[in-house]
């Protein structure tokens, strides 16, 4: 998901077969073949079984997901102010967060 927010990899972009990543990384065909389905499933990818995996050409942002995304932030959130973080720095962090997701400089590199 990182790759496809920082624009290192592309819509439609050819990804590595379940096989050949799992090789790559030294891990079970299962656990690959696992996450290329949750990708697909959130729309960050399509399979098409002759052309292989490729990155989705854009992801909608439907209610589903924005409700997923506010469950994820919700529980972040709370975490923070467990923490005693002020809500100043924790939405200096969020956004922070954001930039190192889309590679976009950030004091003074780049992510």
Do not use: H
């Not at 499933?41 to 989705?56: F, H, L, S």
Request: aromatic share 6%.
């Amino acid at each position: 998901m990182l790759g496809i927010a920082s624009n290192k990899l592309l819509p439609s972009e050819a990804l590595p077969s379940v096989r050949n990543l799992a090789a790559d990384l030294g891990i079970n065909y299962l656990t690959v073949n696992k996450a290329y389905t949750m990708l697909c499933d959130e729309g960050y990818i399509v399979i098409d079984r002759r052309k292989g995996a490729m990155v989705a050409k854009a992801v909608a942002n439907d209610e589903v997901a924005l409700s997923k995304l506010s469950e994820q932030l919700t529980l972040t959130a709370a975490e923070a102010a467990c923490r005693n973080m002020s809500e100043n720095d924790f939405i200096s962090f969020c956004i922070e967060c954001y930039k190192n997701a889309k590679g976009i400089q950030v004091n003074g590199g780049i992510i």
